[in-house]
T-cell receptor, first 113, second 113 residues
Framework: DTGVSQDPRHKITKRGQNVTFRCDPI?????LYWYRQTLGQGPEFLTY????????KSRLLSDRFSAERPKGSFSTLEIQRTEQGDSAMYLC???????????FGAGTRLSVL | EDKVVQSPLSLVVHEGDTVTLNCSYE??????LLWYKQEKKAPTFLFML????IEKKSGRLSSILDKKELFSILNITATQTGDSAVYLC?????????????FGQGTTLQVKP
């Protein structure tokens, strides 16, 4: 069990560029979550997958954000036309269906210049 | 709207002190409350509480839930410098099919030698 892994750990980009992050959940976990955390705040829910189906999206997820989980394994989160306000830590978590405990990855820290 | 409030926001203590962190919540249909510890990496799970009055304990850490007064506390006895971290409290609304976590803003604990 290697835990939840996220790649890259850090991303620096210029405003207007597109970025993509990857999350590999714990292998048998069918539930996958994306959260965003800004400095001094707790994580905020962005979106949820059960297997390959995206079942909930927060209103925080503007149309510049898209997430996928093909084949119900790894997930990607893409941000198009990045803005400085997108600078944050993007956390991925996974859980086994029916269990409340979520296991988090170390996150991808995005800095938009 | 579901809400979690943690206090204090930050705390500085010396090794050996005992600390109490507070978490109050408002949720339309309470299912569970979770505590996480976040150092400069992935939030790591500490406790999950679902029933009032039953203390969960792990080493020097313990936590209890009061569903009538809508709060939980996390106690750390004989603090060590390794306890320095952000402690996050989160709740799950049982009406949600996703199990998403609703976090407070976190308490930053610094333990000085």
């Amino acid at each position: 069990d290697t835990g939840v892994s996220q790649d890259p750990r850090h991303k620096i980009t210029k405003r207007g560029q597109n970025v993509t992050f990857r999350c590999d959940p714990i292998s048998e976990h069918n539930r996958l979550y994306w959260y965003r955390q800004t400095l001094g705040q707790g994580p905020e829910f962005l979106t949820y997958f059960q297997n390959e189906a995206q079942l909930e999206k927060s209103r925080l997820l503007s149309d510049r954000f898209s997430a996928e989980r093909p084949k119900g394994s790894f997930s990607t989160l893409e941000i198009q036309r990045t803005e400085q306000g997108d600078s944050a830590m993007y956390l991925c978590a996974s859980s086994l269906g029916g269990a409340d405990i979520q296991y988090f990855g170390a996150g991808t820290r995005l800095s938009v210049l | 709207e579901d809400k979690v409030v943690q206090s204090p926001l930050s705390l500085v203590v010396h090794e050996g002190d005992t600390v109490t962190l507070n978490c109050s919540y408002e949720v339309t249909n309470f299912r569970s409350l979770l505590w996480y510890k976040q150092e400069k990496k992935a939030p790591t799970f500490l406790f999950m509480l679902t029933s009032s009055g039953i203390e969960k304990k792990s080493g020097r850490l313990s936590s209890i839930l009061d569903k009538k007064e809508l709060f939980s506390i996390l106690n750390i006895t004989a603090t060590q410098t390794g306890d320095s971290a952000v402690y996050l409290c989160a709740v799950i609304n049982g009406s949600s099919n996703t199990g998403k976590l609703i976090f407070g803003q976190g308490t930053t604990l610094q333990v000085k030698p």
